[in-house]
């Protein structure tokens, strides 16, 4: 069983960055896709980010484009979303998510591991 445990939510001005990390543990699987998404008070779960088993593609939400950036390190087993330039909305708790089909489109195929969650507060 995969267990994803995130870290590096915190407290954060607006235009300020962090780095958020999930760490797998347990049986992990080859050529999995990871994937990063939120949700802020009162809202629906949204997707943030996803990213290929190799790397190699990517894909985001429109509303954090050009400000977020997902990697990963394979030997690692880390999935890292370094999030800039953040806004009031970017507030939320941040979950990161393990799919068993190396597919950044997250819609297409269910998401197969879960975290608990990171909170992220960004104050002005």
């Known amino acids: 069983q995969v267990q994803l445990q995130e870290s590096g939510g915190g407290l954060v001005q607006a235009g300020g960055s962090l780095r958020l990390s999930c760490a797998a543990s347990g049986h992990t699987f080859n050529n999995h896709a990871g994937a990063w998404f939120r949700r802020a008070p009162g809202t629906e779960r949204e997707f943030v980010a996803a990213?290929?088993?190799?790397?190699?593609?990517?894909n985001y939400a429109d509303s954090v484009e050009g400000r977020f950036a997902i990697s990963r390190d394979k030997s690692a087993k880390t999935v890292s979303l370094q999030v800039n330039s953040l806004k009031l909305e970017d507030t939320a708790v941040y979950y990161c998510?393990?799919?068993?089909?190396?597919?950044?489109?997250?819609?297409?195929?269910?998401?197969?591991?879960w975290g608990q969650g990171t909170q992220v507060t960004v104050s002005s």
């Open positions: 998510a393990e799919m068993r089909i190396n597919s950044v489109n997250p819609v297409r195929y269910p998401w197969d591991y």
């Open positions: 990213i290929s088993w190799s790397g190699g593609l990517s």
